[in-house]
Nanobody
Framework: QVQLVESGGGLVQAGGSLRLSCAVSGIIFRPYAMGWYRQAPGKQRELVAGVTSSSLTTYADSVKGRFTISRDNAKNTVYLEMNSLKSEDTAVYFC????????WGQGTQVTVSS
């Protein structure tokens, strides 16, 4: 049974920080690239950060320099450290493989108040 369990979201003021976690089970983790995605109200889901199996990282221009993705292959977990948060970062955040599989977890809500 595939499980993608995101956690760590919440309400934060602009300029603040959050650290998201995603526990992955039921699928092979180590050899695959992973990503953090987000979906804001009325918008399509977008990839904001990716990490390869060897921990090479890529970022969307909108989060570059503020977000850091990492993974712990021993724990089958992916993290997203988010700093200098802006109101436009408000969204539900999801993790998945990159490119994603068809299954998605419930995500974790991040709300940034200005």
């Amino acid at each position: 049974q595939v499980q993608l369990v995101e956690s760590g979201g919440g309400l934060v003021q602009a300029g603040g920080s959050l650290r998201l976690s995603c526990a992955v089970s039921g699928i092979i983790f180590r050899p695959y690239a992973m990503g953090w995605y987000r979906q804001a109200p009325g918008k399509q889901r977008e990839l904001v950060a990716g990490v390869t199996s060897s921990s090479l990282t890529t970022y969307a221009d909108s989060v570059k320099g503020r977000f850091t993705i990492s993974r712990d292959n021993a724990k089958n977990t992916v993290y997203l450290e988010m700093n200098s948060l802006k109101s436009e970062d408000t969204a539900v955040y999801f993790c998945n493989r990159n490119p994603p599989i068809s299954f998605w977890g419930q995500g974790t809500q991040v709300t940034v108040s200005s």
